[in-house]
Nanobody, 126 residues
Framework: QVQLLESGGGLVQAGGSLRLSCAASGRTFTQSTLGWFRQAPGKEREFVAA????????YYADSVKGRFTISRDNAKNTVYLQMNSLKPEDMALYYC???????????????????WGQGTQVTVSS
């Protein structure tokens, strides 16, 4: 059984930075596609970023391009989301997700992922 545990969320002022981490246990991250999604109160879960198994391909929502960076360390079974220039509209519960496939046709779709973490809250004050 795969378990994903996010960390790194917190309260930050607009313009600040946070680095989220997601560690897996139960199975190695190797040969998995990993993603970050977020959900704000009253809104649907939305795609943020994804990374292929090798890290060679990354994908971002338009709203975070140029500000967020996804990366992974397969040796540590961890995926990261570096978030810079945070805005109040980035405030949400952030989830990491995993699917054991070398690539996903649509890495931006939540239903392509099987394993999910419990989420970490990001709060951005204006």
């Amino acid at each position: 059984q795969v378990q994903l545990l996010e960390s790194g969320g917190g309260l930050v002022q607009a313009g600040g930075s946070l680095r989220l981490s997601c560690a897996a246990s139960g199975r190695t991250f190797t040969q998995s596609t990993l993603g970050w999604f977020r959900q704000a109160p009253g809104k649907e879960r939305e795609f943020v970023a994804a990374i292929s198994w090798s890290g060679g391909n990354t994908y971002y929502a338009d709203s975070v391009k140029g500000r967020f960076t996804i990366s992974r360390d397969n040796a540590k079974n961890t995926v990261y989301l570096q978030m810079n220039s945070l805005k109040p509209e980035d405030m949400a519960l952030y989830y990491c997700a995993a699917q054991y496939a070398l690539a996903l046709r649509r890495p931006d779709l939540a239903n392509g992922y099987v394993y999910w973490g419990q989420g970490t809250q990001v709060t951005v004050s204006s």
